[in-house]
């Protein structure tokens, strides 16, 4: 997204935020823009294609923002509760990745669908899934 740095969410006195906001360097400049849809305390900021996805609170909230418009779109969210403090999310092959804690699910855009990847119950993919992306240690 250009040279330009996103921030989303995050706590205030009140809670969870839903605040966003982005910094332009060349102006050295910030500016206040759409507030995301939901507030989202922990969680991720993951840039793929020309959206930036948000994945995380204790709410499982899942939105995407498209920078050109200041739009936010509500997605499916993950289907499992995850503590996002202790969670990574990763851009693989055109799709998102959440792990945490021995799970692994993957995000396809074009379907607004989560899919479980991986789970320590399946062996064979929890260390394909791992191998990948490095252990998480619990």
């Avoid at 939901?38 to 909230?61: E, F, K, Q, S, V």
């Avoid at 993950?78 to 999310?89: C, E, I």
Wanted: proline share 7%.
């Amino acid at each position: 997204f250009g040279n330009r740095l996103f921030v989303f969410g995050g706590f205030s006195a009140e809670g969870p935020s839903k605040m966003s906001m982005v910094y332009d360097p060349m102006w050295n400049s910030w500016t206040r823009i759409r507030d995301m849809p939901g507030a989202c305390g922990p969680g991720h900021a993951i840039a793929l294609n020309d959206r930036i996805y948000i994945i995380g609170d204790w709410h499982w909230a899942c939105f995407s923002y498209d920078p050109a418009t200041d739009h936010w779109h509500i997605l499916q969210p993950p289907m499992n509760g995850y503590n996002f403090d202790l969670s990574s999310a990763i851009v693989w092959e055109g799709k998102i990745v959440l792990l945490a804690r021995g799970l692994a699910e993957t995000y396809i855009p074009e379907e607004n669908r989560w899919s479980v990847t991986a789970t320590p119950d399946d062996p064979v993919s929890f260390c394909r899934v791992y191998t990948y992306f490095g252990a998480v240690k619990d």
